[in-house]
């Protein structure tokens, strides 16, 4: 992601219309979502645009926390890639909920982004509760003179392409798999800050990383991954240690912390790009701190074969 040119990320209202757009959640930007996209990116009647709802609706109507396998910087910058120029977050709340598919797709598609073209994948739902399908959309489209692409649901032998296949290889710890589904590395970011300093006084300084709350982390473990600092091409190999810490402190919430193998740098206040490679080991408490530097010493050597 280094380098990307980061599109515009706007509300429906300062949109550059008219649009050719490509229309979901695209969470993941894994291969059935790349071919929505690409059917508004090539050859496009319009500005090339995802939009996408944000807030999830399922956070607004169910109180469901929908944490994001791509934040939407980090989405603009992927879109970038792919050839759209303008990422637009229509603003999910209870009145955008209540309007009719008929209505939104007049008010929001046509009047508002001025679209020349749609795409949607098969599966595709919108308007008050959720009434409208591809078949409505191509409906009130066409109306308009406006074209509607619908895309079949990709698939590959272990089932659909989905983001909750990404969720799921992620939640166990299956980085190969998700990686695979996306097409690219997992990735996230986070603000290195200030810690109690034990890791240092063990020998094993570790970075502590704030990382946004609405993005999705992989399962609780140890992890072998590469740490990149405020965007250098550089990335340094290193242990991650994603959970509560067992042995340190017990009641405290889950943390993640970074040790940079054979570096010694001032990283705090620093921004730190993790890419987990492959899960260790899960949590385990130990006796003592003697044990506890004892295996991470274990954790580093296996890190350290794993990729370099």
């Known amino acids: 992601m280094h380098g990307s040119p980061l599109i515009p990320l706007c509300n429906p209202e300062q949109a550059h219309t008219p649009t050719a757009l490509a229309l979901g ?14 059917a508004v990116a090539k050859d496009a009647p319009g500005v ?19 944490l994001r396998l791509d934040l939407p910087t980090e989405k603009a910058c992927l879109l970038a890639q792919l050839g759209i120029k303008q990422l637009v977050l229509v603003p999910f709340d209870c009145s955008l909920a209540a309007l009719s ?25 919108f308007g008050r509760n959720r009434e409208g ?30 983001s909750s296949r990404i969720r799921s290889a992620l939640s166990e710890g299956d980085l190969h798999t998700a990686k695979t589904l996306m097409g690219r590395p997992y990735r996230f970011r986070g603000r290195v800050v200030r810690g109690r300093g034990l ?15 609405r993005k999705f982390l992989p399962g609780l473990g140890v992890y072998a991954a590469w740490a990149s600092v405020d965007n250098e091409a550089a990335a340094f190999p290193a242990v991650m240690n994603l959970g509560p810490q067992p042995t340190v402190d017990p009641t405290s919430p889950s943390a993640v912390e970074v040790h940079l193998l054979d570096q010694q740098l001032d990283l705090e206040g620093r921004e730190l790009l993790i890419e987990p490679v492959q899960r260790l080991r899960g949590q385990q408490r130990f006796a003592n701190f003697e044990e506890l530097s004892k295996q991470i010493g274990h954790d580093a050597e296996l890190a350290r074969s794993s990729l370099i």
Do not use: C
């Open 25 to 38: 959640s695209f969470d993941g930007l894994h291969a059935g979502h790349r071919h929505v996209i690409e």
């Open 48 to 66: 090339p645009t995802v939009v996408s709802f944000w807030p999830h609706p399922r956070e607004v109507l169910y109180g469901e926390p929908r």
């Open 101 to 125: 598919a008929e209505t939104f797709v007049n008010q929001m598609l046509i009047r508002t982004l001025k679209a020349h073209r749609i795409a949607v994948g098969a599966n595709f739902r």
């Open 133 to 162: 399908d591809t078949n409505t959309l191509q409906r009130f489209a066409a109306a308009a003179g406006i074209e509607v692409m619908v895309l079949p649901i990709l698939e590959d032998t272990e089932g659909r392409m989905s």
């Open 199 to 213: 890791g240092r006084k063990m020998g094993w300084p570790t970075a502590n990383l704030q990382v946004d709350g």
